[in-house]
């Protein structure tokens, strides 16, 4: 009966605050690193929180996400590339392409569940990553450097880095808040009773197909314009953004916040980017250390971070 | 037509090779049900072993079964501290936990052998072409992988439908909970059956050694290859895995050598250069991805689940 004081509120409060006052201190520290890092842990937590929909609420195991990171980055690359440095323009395509595709191996990929749909959808987005490495044009392999960053009209200019960190921020919060929005809608609530029982919610009307194809269409267009953010953010779009190991990073980071809870994402987001950091500090063979962690919360932390807030306050 | 047996053969045996690794693959998936993803690192570790064994004993031969023990224990050790408790957890819980189990074999085998690949010369026994056909040379050790992959997988038939123990792992795959319930040591069973799939990767990974270089991450892109036979086999098909690993050998191998003159054919050199090589990666992608719309539990499904 803490009401709004729970552990969870207080640390996701002090995460937000910290992530909003985090380019004053990167101004007066003069450390720019901190500031690139912080832009590229947000853009990854809003792939994270779109995954998050369709892996914690929907139960869709899907092993393909970061295909839409690649989708969303490429529409911006090639675009820019092709002499349309218009964001007006660009965004839309990447956010629609995204969609697309989501919408496309979604309907085939829902056909199938467990195990099998862990491994269509992998197989699905190693289909894009070879597509788009064959092509030569957008320099196949070696990726495409990208000249000019998203145009906007006069005051929005994504180059400065404090304001294109702001506008990553700021769209990381309307992601949380449509997750939020969506997950306690009517709609949301199909989509979870689904995950529970498939076939009660069928047998009471609810035609789960395609409420859970809506629920990957959304999760994809918000991870294209998440890839579409990354593309600015790195000034470079490669295949390997998309590499099925991608997928791993962001089911880690999704598993390690703690599955089911809209805010949960940004914890394992930062968590995970930031321990990458640290321990690539102190050792160069930092992933021995990674796995075996990675294993342990597996074993011992399920709920992860989120979870074990949670439990915090229960005592 | 040479030039066509010969990609058969070749195709012939990457199937093989890939067979040996989606069986181990399948066995754990049909019997503990467990994904797991580090058994690509198992392949790796295979390799490595194999190079490190036949520098120090100076014979290929011997440094290759040495490896082939090895990776036997290693995948042994694995089981007992590892494997053991993600079992019956959420397929989620052993697609991260095999992943951390991935990050860590990678970052050991840099600290361990350092970051540049290693390389497993062939004797010159085996580094010789043989005529197989009159006027048909073939790579000699590429044939004796076909040789050896037939003779393994000839064994594991006899293993797993002949004896005991294969009569164990298929009741195993039908029914866990009834073989436990009948007084079979389970936990011992699980370990071999792992062990078993552990030596089957590592036999693939020190095959393929000296053809490609042995480096880190060689797991990973033909893992993928590995699961994508599973699934089109049906999970838990130790036959469907069989022709599975065929059909994805010939198609790749096929598809590499012969799409771009296929595709010149029909559109303009340009086109063919550009699709040509994505083509031919996606081309089992898309084989797999008609299966499962077609039959979404592979074409040889093991457990009536």
Known sequence: MSGAFTPRNIVAALLFAALLLLPLYAHFANDRFLLTLFTRIIILAMAAVSLNLILGFGGMMSFGHAAYLGIGGYAVGILAFEGVPSGFVQWPVALAASALFALVIGALSLRTRGVYFIMITLAFAQMAYYIIAGLARYGGDDGLTIQKRSQFFAPINLTDKVQFYYLCLALLLGALYLAWRLVNSRFGLAIQGARSNDTRMRAIGFPTYRYKLVCFVIAGTLCGLAGALLANHTDFVSPAMMYWTRSGDLIIMVVLGGMGSVIGPVFGAVALLVLEETLSGITEYWQIILGPLLLLVVLFARGGIDGLLGKVRHG | MTLFIEQCLNGLQFGLLLFLLAAGLTLVFGIMDLVNLAHGSLYMIGAYFAATFAAWTGSFVLGALLALVATLIVGMAVEVIVMRRLYGRDHLDHVLGTFGLILFFDEAVRLIWGPEGLSLPLPSWLNTAITILPGFDYSAYKFSIIVVSLVVAGFLYVLVMRTRVGMLIRAGASNREMVGALGVNIKLLYTLVFGLGAALAGLAGLMQAPILTVQIGMGENILILAFVITVIGGIGSI????????????????????????????????????????????????????????????LFSAAGK
């Not at chain 2, 096929?254 to 083509?279: H, I």
């Open chain 2, 239 to 298: 036959r469907g895995a069989l022709v599975a690993a065929l059909l994805v050998g010939f198609i790749d191998t096929l598809g590499r050598s012969y799409l771009p003159d296929f595709l010149r054919m029909m559109f303009s050199k340009e086109v063919a250069a550009t699709a040509a090589p994505a083509l031919s990666s996606m081309l089992i992608y898309l084989l797999m991805a008609i299966v499962l719309v077609v039959k979404p539990e592979g």
